[in-house]
T-cell receptor, first 109, second 118 residues
Framework: SQQGEEDPQALSIQEGENATMNCSYK?????LQWYRQNSGRGLVHLIL?????REKHSGRLRVTLDTSKKSSSLLITASRAADTASYFC?????????FGKGNQVVVIP | NAGVTQTPKFQVLKTGQSMTLQCAQD?????MSWYRQDPGMGLRLIHY???????DQGEVPNGYNVSRSTTEDFPLRLLSAAPSQTSVYFC?????????????????FGNGTRLTVT
């Protein structure tokens, strides 16, 4: 299994603060993908970072990948109430995308 | 484009009944997959397909069958429903390849089917 741990699993922050989530994995990957899920709806893709990339940005999102430590982090800067959601990292390898248990983020207005 | 469409949205079954969860995508994606999501367990891969006529097992395939006769459709069959199959089921699709090679395309998810087995 490519599943790993996501840390922290629950995070509560004030609007305007930054939120950081981490994700680890055990075996080699082609890429790592971050998704957001609101209120039990389907996951929405945020960022994909390939195994030969170290950092990617998309708006207020920044993802890093450290293949030597088999870990990735997602940073949300200047959080908004609308960022309240669950965030999942998916590890891609062998035609499969394996997800962890996710991080619940609550942004307090 | 409708994206990924799952039907039904909700379903209640009795133990032992069978049913098919439907999934259709209109993006001409080669890759399709089924996940189940349970509280505290994240999403677990049930079955996936890399193209019409090709399917493979994921992490939790027991009790489920799939087939892929067309690019657009990937139905998930519960052969004899059990309470342990109470869950939210998500279908997702993507291009098989992408920049840099196979798998470098994000998944597009449907909105899920909420199944209760009593």
């Amino acid at each position: 299994s490519q599943q790993g741990e996501e840390d922290p699993q629950a995070l509560s922050i004030q609007e305007g603060e930054n939120a950081t989530m981490n994700c680890s994995y055990k075996t080699s990957i082609n890429n790592l993908q971050w998704y957001r899920q609101n209120s039990g709806r389907g996951l929405v893709h945020l960022i994909l970072i390939r195994s030969n990339e170290r950092e990617k940005h998309s708006g207020r999102l920044r993802v890093t990948l450290d293949t030597s430590k088999k870990s990735s982090s997602l940073l949300i800067t200047a959080s908004r109430a609308a960022d309240t959601a669950s965030y999942f990292c998916g590890r891609h390898g062998n035609n499969r995308l394996a997800f962890g248990k996710g991080n619940q983020v609550v942004v307090i207005p | 484009n409708a994206g990924v469409t799952q039907t039904p949205k909700f379903q209640v079954l009795k133990t032992g009944q069978s049913m098919t969860l439907q999934c259709a995508q209109d993006m001409n994606h080669e890759y399709m997959s089924w996940y189940r999501q349970d509280p505290g367990m994240g999403l677990r891969l049930i079955h996936y397909s890399v193209g019409a006529g090709i399917t493979d097992q994921g992490e939790v395939p027991n009790g489920y069958n799939v087939s892929r006769s067309t690019t657009e459709d990937f139905p998930l069959r519960l052969l004899s429903a059990a309470p342990s199959q109470t869950s939210v089921y998500f279908c997702a699709s993507s291009y098989a390849g992408g920049k840099g090679g196979r798998g470098n395309s994000p998944l597009h998810f449907g909105n899920g089917t909420r199944l209760t087995v009593t």
